[in-house]
């Protein structure tokens, strides 16, 4: 089999990548992959319980390697990507464990599931980086965060890094971090939607066309983001630049101050970081008997 190389400081050779289960996660990081040519096809290689169509569109669209049996999955596998539901994390951690090497890294986008439970599970200790990405990621665009075990060398950190960055950005967290990762981008895209849809009922309101809202909105969206990311200057001083006094500006933000739209928002995040901790800690209860004592 043909070493590949991924790109950037300390990352180790990639022989190859298998991924457990075939949905849209995996899916968008498989797609970003193979577009930026970090590794070729016929080195991914890709299961699912039982859909074979999935198989099928997936081998077709991408050139992978579909399989159902678990030695040719994974043996010789330098990367593992966990992508399954949580509900099916013991059942697939249990039938994995006989394969899982030393120098294997395992990466996991289940959310909730603890490092140690994964441990736990296989009764070994060993590499884990937690990925905790977003939707975005079918579009190139996700902000993911990314929280390794102790027993991660540098290099196969390094590795997600690399494996992530086809799929949008990525920071790097402490695992206890990943509950509030989950509250703000992980679940942020639905916030922005939701505020889309709120401009486009306002449009309806004012007398706008549906068509020139939805242009409108999306590229006052985008440029927006841009000023964000390229500016030095705060979102607060940006918006003050907005604003001037007596303006239309001044007008709609005094309407958003009045209905707390800002306290809102920030109790939509906080509820959204407590629900995901009660997620974990229910996950890890159900698991806790398998959980090797640190």
Do not use: W
């Amino acid at each position: 089999m043909k070493e590949l190389f991924l790109e950037g400081i300390g990352a180790e050779i990639m022989k190859k990548i298998a991924f457990i289960g075939a949905g849209s996660m995996a899916e968008a990081i498989i797609s970003g992959l193979v577009t930026q040519r970090v590794i070729q096809p016929a080195n991914i290689f890709v299961t699912n319980k039982r859909n074979d169509d999935r198989f099928n569109y997936l081998a077709e669209q991408y050139g992978v390697t579909t399989t159902r049996s678990l030695q040719p999955l994974l043996q010789d596998a330098d990367l593992v990507v966990l992508a399954v539901k949580p509900k099916d994390i013991l059942e697939t951690m249990q039938s994995i464990k006989g394969y899982i090497r030393e120098e294997m890294l395992l990466l996991s986008v289940v959310a909730g599931v603890h490092t140690s439970s994964l441990e736990g599970i296989a009764n070994k200790q060993f590499s884990i980086v937690r990925a905790m990405p977003n939707t975005s990621a079918t579009v190139g665009k996700s902000a993911t965060a990314l929280a390794a075990n102790g027993h991660t060398k540098e290099s196969q950190l390094q590795t997600a890094i690399t494996l992530f960055e086809t799929v949008g950005t990525v920071a790097i967290v402490e695992e206890n971090q990943l509950d509030a990762v989950t509250g703000l981008s992980g679940s942020g895209p639905a916030y922005i939607y939701y505020l889309v849809e709120a401009l486009e009922r306002s449009a309806e309101t004012i007398g706008l066309d549906s068509q020139t809202a939805k242009q409108l909105i999306l590229q006052t969206l985008l440029g927006a983001a841009d000023m964000l990311q390229k500016s030095p200057k705060t979102p607060a001083v940006l918006r003050k630049e907005v604003t001037s006094p007596g303006g239309t500006t001044e007008a709609g933000l005094k309407e958003l101050q009045a209905h707390q739209v800002q306290e809102a928002f920030i109790a939509c995040v906080q509820e959204a970081t407590e629900q995901s901790k009660r997620m974990g800690d229910q996950i890890s209860k159900e698991l806790a008997k398998y959980v090797v004592p640190q």
